[in-house]
C-alpha cells in the first residue's frame, strides 16, 4: 500500500480520452464530497486543455461513514454507463451534490432521458454494484484514505488538487511539451 496505483487504467474505466495517451490521470473520487466537486470542473478544464495528450479515468470510492448517499450515487451512475450516459449522469450529480437522495437521483435520471425501467434494473445489478466495490478496493489497495485522490501516471499526486499544480505535474510527465490547446 502507498503512492502507486495497484490498478492501471484498463478499458473497464470510464474515461474521457484515449487510453494510450502520454499522461493517465486517475481520481478515486465521491459524489458527495464537495472538494470533489470543486476538483470536477478542474478535471474538465485539464481535459480540454491536453485532449489526446490525458486520459481521465474516475474511479468509485464513496465515503459511505460520513457520506450516505454517495454509494447510492456512485451505482445510479453506473447504472447510467450501460446506457452511454456515465458522464452525463456524472456531470449531472456533481451539479446537485447537495442533495442526491434517490429521489433526487431518479429525477436527475429522467431529466438525462435514461429509460427508466433500464435504470430501475440496473440499480440492482451484481455487475454494477460489483464495479463500485471493485473500485473502493483497489482504492484501498492504493493507499486512498479520502477524496479527491489523484494518481498520475500511476503515481499519487501528494499535491493540492487545484488547477495550477495538477497542470503543472501533467506537463512534467509531458516533457514539457505538451500539445496544450488554451
Not at 478542474?42 to 454509494?71: M, N, W
Request: overall charge negative; aromatic content about 10%; glycine content about 6%.
Amino acid at each position: 500500500m502507498g503512492t502507486t496505483l495497484r490498478m492501471p487504467a484498463n478499458e473497464m474505466d470510464h474515461r474521457l480520452g484515449p487510453l494510450n495517451a502520454p499522461v493517465t490521470l486517475v481520481e478515486y473520487g465521491d459524489f458527495e464530497c464537495p472538494y470533489c466537486g470543486v476538483a470536477e470542473s478542474v478535471v474538465g478544464q485539464l481535459v480540454k486543455e491536453y485532449r489526446s495528450d490525458l486520459c481521465f479515468v474516475f474511479r468509485h470510492f464513496p465515503l459511505s461513514g460520513i457520506h450516505p448517499d454517495a454509494e447510492f450515487a456512485a451505482i445510479a451512475s453506473e447504472a447510467a454507463g450501460k446506457q452511454d450516459k456515465f458522464w452525463e449522469m456524472h456531470r449531472i450529480l456533481f451539479q446537485n451534490q447537495e442533495d442526491i437522495s434517490r429521489d433526487k437521483v431518479l429525477m436527475l435520471a429522467r431529466r438525462i432521458n435514461l429509460d427508466m425501467d433500464q435504470f430501475n434494473h440496473d440499480l440492482q445489478s451484481y455487475d454494477i454494484i460489483e464495479k463500485v466495490k471493485n473500485d473502493s478496493r483497489s482504492a484501498s489497495e492504493s493507499g486512498v484514505e479520502s477524496t479527491p485522490t489523484f494518481f498520475i501516471n500511476g503515481i499519487k499526486f501528494e499535491e493540492s488538487t487545484n488547477y495550477w499544480p495538477l497542470r503543472e505535474a501533467i506537463e512534467q510527465q509531458l516533457g514539457g511539451a505538451g500539445s496544450v490547446y488554451i
